[in-house]
């Protein structure tokens, strides 16, 4: 079945480092890919998402690139900040519709001054 | 802005109970969604709904039940409460089956302890 690979965390940088979070998937079809994140004491929310295999997803510095070849998904950021400490999850539509999302098991990202 | 509410942020029950969580958006969204989030296993669909009095199992239906009697209202119903039910709630919407690409909107989850 379709499923989600995250790298495991927690990561820990320090404020201005290069952050790259690990996601590869396995899917039938052509699922649409999705980073979440989830701030501290929050529900989730949409970072960035992709529809289609060379789509680039970016937002708050962040960016994504869905690349069919390698199943692969991987978030970047140049310069992480304290604020960016949080929870982040890698996420696809199913192949079964319904507009279902299968997640990963989620990165920590913790981010020292 | 979408908004998910959730109608308590901790619960605490005993074993044996029988736990109401209520989900409410306010976007006219089709579809609801409640999941459980677990540490290292992420979020985990339990039940979707796709329109009023419809409903769809997801991968964990086991000791869950829901109900969708109004569009806006999405409730999980635990049946008789256990400790393997312990466990971060989320539920969420998302405007049409149409396309596959629209966003999931997320409430801020109800954290349940059950002794």
């Known amino acids: 079945g379709d499923s989600v690979t995250q790298m495991e965390g927690p990561v820990t940088l320090s404020e201005e480092a290069f952050l790259t979070i690990n996601c590869t998937y396995t899917?039938?079809?052509?699922?649409?890919l999705f980073w979440y994140v989830q701030y501290p004491g929050e529900g989730l929310q949409l970072l960035l998402k992709?529809?289609?295999?060379?789509d680039k997803g970016s937002n708050k510095g962040f960016e994504a690139t869905y690349r069919k070849e390698t199943t692969s998904f991987h978030l970047e950021k140049g310069s992480v900040q304290v604020s960016d400490s949080a929870v982040y999850f890698c996420a696809l539509t199913g192949s079964g519709g319904y507009n279902k999302l299968i997640f990963g098991a989620g990165t920590r990202l913790a981010v020292h001054p | 802005d979408v908004k998910v509410t959730q109608s308590s942020r901790y619960l605490v029950k005993r074993t044996g109970e029988k736990v109401f969580l209520e989900c409410v958006q306010d976007?006219?969204?089709?579809?609801m969604f409640w999941y459980r989030q677990d540490p290292g296993l992420g979020l985990r669909l339990i039940y979707f709904s796709y329109d009023v009095k419809m409903k769809e199992k997801g991968d964990i239906p086991e000791g869950y039940s829901v109900s969708r009697e109004k569009k806006e209202r999405f409730s999980l119903i635990l049946e008789s409460a256990s400790t393997n039910q312990t466990s971060m709630y989320l539920c969420a919407s998302s405007l049409s089956l149409a396309v596959l690409s629209y966003e999931q909107y997320f409430g801020p989850g109800t954290r349940l302890t059950v002794t």
């Open positions: 976007m006219d969204h089709e579809n």
């Open positions: 899917a039938t079809g052509y699922p649409s």
């Open positions: 992709a529809t289609k295999a060379d």
